[in-house]
């Protein structure tokens, strides 16, 4: 049968009514202090309850592992509690919800950091680029980022601790299960990339080395909440935070071919020709390729993301290409996108200038479709 946005499809132990999923977004809006879900996030998840899946926007294991101002947590019980009001209002309304779960490594600052420590990172190598920071006066701030700190395997070992902690207060949080963030430049993608490990030890050098702390994470994870509602995100040749990888062919192959046997909830790709939250237009040829390739790799449920609308959403599916699609920004300025992508409505515009902090506006107030 030849898939569409608004066929049904199964995701582990849940039914999706349709293929329209809302892609992890980042709005720094958490309460303070101690970055705690709000009442206005949990309106804000509520009326985008008609996805067929949230991802929530990327949530801090740890203290260590937050790098921007305002982003929520899922470590300590006012969080937990935080996000259980958010799961609720999206299950009453017939919503599915997983929550990502983030680790940022060298995408810090001292100032997020337990005791004002260097933020850490598989090596002592700096990302490119600010992070955003509160400045002295709590207002948002471009901030440098530090030469961060190289990580020693007991140090690894605490992170792994701290992702099963996470996932499991996700679930004690309602959350129908967890999605693992390990692209954007971020912690498990600084252990992934060649050009952001130079470690010799076990968890550095050849592929299955850089892979392996992603794949503890997934079996510590798997292990406490169970696979069928653990998933991973990955950005194959993303570029952002000054991500490369010398053979990434090989190198996100051999993931997809050991994430094939730990049967989680789906995987998740993003297009590479996304730059964090922008498309790139200096185009490489191996960008389509390399989603083609993990495609044929995959044998579990395969979401894509990245500057798709409907159209290409619906050729992704026909395609083969793609079993569900998350959508980014159309999510933001459009509560009910589902709705409006069935029937051909027309789409609000996103403003971007709204998109990370502030208050109620550009946030809970676009409109539903008349
Ligand atoms: C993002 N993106 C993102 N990705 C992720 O894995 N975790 C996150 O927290 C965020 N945060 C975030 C915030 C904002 C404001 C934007 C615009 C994007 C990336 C996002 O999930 C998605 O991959 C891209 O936006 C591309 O999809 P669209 O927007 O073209 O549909």
Redesign the pocket.
């Known amino acids: 049968m030849t898939k569409h946005l608004f066929n049904p499809i199964r995701l582990g132990i849940h039914t999706l009514a349709h293929r329209v999923a809302m892609?992890?977004?980042?709005?720094s809006r958490a309460g303070q202090p101690g970055n705690v879900p709000t009442a206005m996030n949990v309106e804000y998840y509520r009326q985008r309850a008609s996805a067929a899946l949230i991802v929530t926007?990327?949530t801090q294991i740890s203290q260590q592992g937050q790098g921007y101002a305002w982003t929520p947590g899922i470590h300590t019980e006012e969080q937990v509690q935080g996000w259980h009001a958010v799961s609720e209002a999206v299950h009453a309304e017939g919503g599915t919800i997983f929550l990502?779960l983030?680790h940022v490594g060298r995408v810090s600052h001292p100032i997020f950091q337990p005791d004002g420590a260097l933020p850490v990172a598989p090596s002592a190598l700096p990302v490119p680029g600010k992070t955003f920071i509160i400045d002295e006066n709590g207002n948002g701030a471009w901030g440098d980022v530090p030469v961060p700190q190289k990580l020693n395997e007991s140090g690894i070992r605490a992170i792994v601790e701290d992702y099963r902690r996470a996932a499991r207060n996700a679930i004690v949080a309602g959350m129908d299960g967890v999605e693992i963030?390990a692209?954007?430049g971020y912690l498990l993608d600084q252990f992934i990339n060649s050009n952001s490990n130079q470690r010799t030890d076990a968890y550095g050098g050849s592929i299955e080395n850089r892979a392996r702390l992603l794949l503890e994470v997934v079996d510590a994870v798997a292990a406490e909440v169970g696979a069928s509602r653990v998933a991973v995100?990955l950005t194959p040749m993303g570029r952002f935070m000054g991500m490369g990888d010398d053979t990434p062919e090989a190198t996100f192959g051999y993931i997809v071919r050991q994430l094939n046997v730990r049967d989680l909830a789906y995987l998740h790709l993003?297009e590479p020709a996304?730059v964090?939250?922008v498309k790139d237009e200096n185009f490489d040829p191996r960008w389509d390729a390399i989603i083609h390739l993990l495609r044929l790799e995959y044998n579990g449920v395969l979401m894509l993301?990245?500057?798709?609308d409907r159209d290409s959403a619906e050729r992704a599916l026909a395609s083969g290409r793609a079993d569900i699609i998350?959508?980014?920004?159309?999510f933001?300025a459009n509560p009910d996108l589902p709705v409006r992508l069935r029937d051909n409505l027309a789409l609000n515009t996103p403003d971007a200038g709204s998109?990370?902090g502030g208050d109620a506006v550009g946030y809970i107030d676009y409109p539903a479709a008349a």
């Open positions: 892609a992890p977004l980042t709005r926007e990327a990502q983030w963030h692209g954007n995100r993003v996304m964090g939250t993301a990245g500057g798709y998350a959508f980014g920004r159309p933001i998109f990370f």
